[in-house]
T-cell receptor, first 112, second 113 residues
Framework: GENVEQHPSTLSVQEGDSAVIKCTYS??????FPWYKQELGKRPQLIID?????GEKKDQRIAVTLNKTAKHFSLHITETQPEDSAVYFC???????????FGKGTKLSVKP | NAGVTQTPKFQVLKTGQSMTLQCAQD?????MYWYRQDPGMGLRLIYY???????DKGEVPNGYNVSRLNKREFSLRLESAAPSQTSVYFC????????????FGSGTQLSVL
């Protein structure tokens, strides 16, 4: 079945710096890759997603890139702000299991 | 629209007790899911219901049962709670035409002593 690995598990950056979180997946049939943000004590919320027919997608300060050959995708946050502090989860779906398989999460801390 | 509503928000059980977590969505979504979240483990799928009248096992179904009561409601039951089931439980739903985009409830923090 699908396996999603996410790195790093924790990331600390200064306000204004960029942050990058990377995920790899194992099932080459997976075709949908979302990113969820979970603030402390809150529910996970979808912030951006990408499908396998696209290499990059941007939404203001966040972007996701996908390398199908290498089976990895990344979340890029530019000009980080304290409100970006949260746990970020990547996920993959569309392979043999069908349902979303999540990575273990990255705790991002943005220091003012 | 309330979205996805879970009850209760917090629960403490003793080993061996049973309880049911309730979930309801008002977005007319076809699919509903139960996840558990443990520190350092991400979100793991317990059971899901692709449509009213169907349920299927996810990654970690042991010790749980589910009921899709109607299109709106999907409950999770622990028949004999164990300390290993201490976790935060999230219900989620998704639309038929965009089933991969999950909308989560606010979670239930369950402690089994």
């Amino acid at each position: 079945g699908e396996n999603v690995e996410q790195h790093p598990s924790t990331l600390s950056v200064q306000e204004g710096d960029s942050a990058v979180i990377k995920c790899t997946y194992s099932d080459s049939a997976s075709n949908y890759f979302p990113w969820y943000k979970q603030e402390l004590g809150k529910r996970p919320q979808l912030i951006i997603d990408i499908r396998s027919n696209v290499g990059e997608k941007k939404d203001q300060r966040i972007a996701v890139t996908l390398n199908k050959t290498a089976k990895h995708f990344s979340l890029h946050i530019t000009e980080t702000q304290p409100e970006d502090s949260a746990v970020y989860f990547c996920a993959a779906s569309g392979g043999s299991q069908g349902n979303l398989i999540f990575g273990k999460g990255t705790k991002l801390s943005v220091k003012p | 629209n309330a979205g996805v509503t879970q009850t209760p928000k917090f629960q403490v059980l003793k080993t061996g007790q049973s309880m049911t977590l309730q979930c309801a969505q008002d977005m007319n979504h076809n699919s509903m899911y139960w996840y558990r979240q443990d520190p350092g483990m991400g979100l793991r799928l317990i059971y899901y219901s692709a449509s009213e009248g169907t349920t299927d096992k996810g990654e970690v179904p042991n010790g749980y049962n589910v009921s899709r009561l109607n299109k709106r409601e999907f409950s999770l039951r622990l028949e004999s709670a164990a300390p290993s089931q201490t976790s935060v439980y999230f219900c989620a739903s998704s639309d038929l035409w965009d089933k991969e985009k999950l909308f989560f409830g606010s979670g239930t923090q369950l402690s089994v002593l």
